[in-house]
């Protein structure tokens, strides 16, 4: 059946699909690894969780549980346990907020700045060796993919 603004299936369209589908569950089930190899290398104790926040309060150079709990769309007792272990890690520092004293403003420390950096680098490196065969314009172009399938 074909509804307003879509194009009717083609064998060859939908073979593609399928592939690139079962492509990307592939890469899915591999950032999973790499989420937790990541956590592993920051500290042996850190769940891959805990490690995707801490990217992110990092990156965002500072933010509060109610933020990484919509971001991540993840229930705040969970947030709230992972925020617990990240700072008994060291990894993460959390001060009032200045604006709203009841909130807490959370911001990755030193050693994990380090880490991360660290983690970063040999991401950017693995990234480039599997890459190395593709020209900017097919970098781009899957960058592209990427881009409306976040969208979508």
């Given at each position: 059946?074909v509804?307003?603004?879509?194009?009717?299936?083609?064998?060859?369209?939908?073979?593609?699909?399928?592939?690139?589908?079962?492509q990307?569950?592939?890469?899915f089930?591999?950032?999973?690894?790499?989420?937790?190899?990541?956590?592993?290398?920051?500290?042996?104790?850190?769940?891959?969780?805990?490690?995707?926040?801490?990217?992110?309060?990092?990156?965002?150079?500072?933010?509060?549980?109610?933020?990484?709990?919509?971001?991540?769309?993840?229930?705040?007792?969970?947030?709230?346990?992972?925020?617990?272990?990240?700072?008994?890690?060291?990894?993460?520092?959390s001060?009032?907020?200045?604006?709203?004293?009841?909130?807490?403003?959370?911001?990755?420390?030193?050693?994990?700045?380090?880490?991360?950096?660290?983690?970063?680098?040999?991401?950017?490196?693995r990234?480039?060796?599997?890459?190395?065969?593709l020209?900017?314009?097919?970098?781009?172009?899957?960058?592209?993919?990427?881009?409306?399938?976040?969208?979508?």
């Amino acid at each position: 059946m074909v509804t307003a603004g879509t194009t009717p299936a083609s064998p060859d369209v939908d073979e593609a699909l399928a592939e690139f589908q079962g492509q990307l569950n592939l890469m899915f089930a591999r950032a999973r690894t790499l989420w937790r190899e990541s956590a592993a290398r920051v500290d042996p104790e850190l769940q891959a969780t805990g490690y995707k926040l801490l990217t992110f309060v990092a990156h965002s150079g500072g933010t509060n549980a109610h933020q990484l709990a919509e971001s991540f769309e993840m229930d705040k007792s969970v947030v709230s346990r992972q925020v617990r272990m990240l700072e008994d890690l060291g990894l993460l520092e959390s001060r009032p907020d200045e604006r709203d004293g009841r909130l807490r403003v959370l911001t990755a420390t030193p050693k994990a700045c380090a880490a991360l950096a660290e983690v970063r680098a040999d991401h950017a490196q693995r990234m480039r060796a599997a890459m190395i065969e593709l020209n900017p314009g097919e970098i781009e172009i899957a960058s592209k993919v990427f881009r409306v399938l976040a969208e979508a």
